[in-house]
């Protein structure tokens, strides 16, 4: 369901400047997947730093509530925490192949892939002007991808595309999780989402626990994925997982909930095509700043964030229901 925008106010006010934090939070995160990427720090092992602070840290704000045992017992809990985890680990894994700037234009994918699976999985028709709009934003990334500064831009495609499957399938079991829908409040929101991100880390936790004691002692040989101890200790992993976990995580979590709830979806899906031009600027200053290597810009980047913003905005128009 479409949440309806609220009358212009103090609120309105508020939720474009949340909004516009958000997409810095979104490119933050971009360029320090980057940062990482540079570093070597291996993306299993930033996510166990990242993930168990940042549901710790949601629900430090929100609390446990009364009912959590059942959020915790129902089965698209692990689904939804699962989809959080996943979700980040493939996008790590993209920004090793491309550049942040060129990260966020590839997972713009997950507009027409929900799109897709709507039609499929729920029966959405899309409006006519929906699936222009879809239609001009992969003509877009396909437009863009051959012309990427990568070794493997074609990779790079494909993880995109996992990343906007993994992100519709998340929302998909949020919109049908209970406590999830029943959740109005920003507060209530982040101790779901703080629930399920827990509930998946120690799921997680536990998994990669058995798996690494197994390859220590021989039983198979470990995979690429698969960190070492080593790499659980590196320092620049855990210095970066505990500031997405702590920081921009839970930041991005509440800012996201409430310019929904003080813009109404369809403006705060608007702002989102903006983040792929908010990340390259971010991007521009880390690399300025030496936290970045240099990264040379094409500038026919531009053509394609234009493209993606018009597709974008046909999406939101095809998408409105008349009053």
Not at 7 to 27: H, I, Y
Not at 197 to 220: D, K, V
């Amino acid at each position: 369901m479409t949440a309806p925008a609220p009358r212009a106010g103090a609120a309105g006010v508020s939720g474009w400047v949340e909004a516009v934090l958000f997409a810095l939070m979104l490119a933050v995160l971009n360029v320090s997947y980057g940062v990482g990427q540079q570093t070597g720090v291996h993306p299993v092992a930033m996510l166990v730093w990242a993930m168990p602070v940042a549901a710790l840290s949601l629900l430090a704000v929100s609390g446990l509530g009364p009912d959590w045992r059942r959020i915790l017992a129902h089965p698209l809990s692990l689904v939804v925490g699962g989809g959080i985890i996943a979700m980040e680990a493939v996008y790590y894994v993209l920004l090793g192949h491309v550049t942040p700037a060129d990260g966020s234009v590839l997972v713009r994918l997950g507009v027409p892939v929900a799109m897709l699976l709507g039609f499929l999985v729920a029966g959405r028709r899309p409006s006519l002007l929906g699936l222009v709009g879809n239609a001009v934003i992969v003509a877009t990334i396909l437009w863009y991808v051959p012309r990427m500064e990568s070794a493997a831009p074609w990779l790079g495609l494909a993880l995109g595309a996992i990343c906007g499957f993994i992100m519709t399938g998340r929302a998909f079991a949020a919109e049908s999780h209970p406590w999830n829908r029943a959740a109005v409040s920003v507060p209530e929101k982040m101790r779901v989402t703080g629930l399920v991100l827990l509930l998946a880390c120690l799921i997680g936790g536990a998994l990669l626990a058995t798996a690494m004691t197994a390859a220590a002692e021989g039983l198979f040989a470990p995979p690429r994925w698969l960190p070492t101890v080593d790499d659980l200790m590196h320092r620049p992993a855990i210095l970066l997982g505990l500031f997405i976990g702590a920081l921009v995580l839970t930041a991005m979590q509440y800012l996201g909930f409430s310019v929904v709830v003080k813009l109404g979806t369809e403006r705060f899906v608007a702002t989102t095509a903006l983040i792929p031009v908010v990340t390259l600027a971010v991007q521009e200053i880390a690399v300025r700043a030496g936290l970045l290597r240099a990264i040379p810009v094409d500038w026919r980047v531009v053509p394609a964030l234009a493209g993606i913003i018009v597709g974008v905005a046909l999406v939101i128009a095809g998408g409105r229901r008349p009053t």
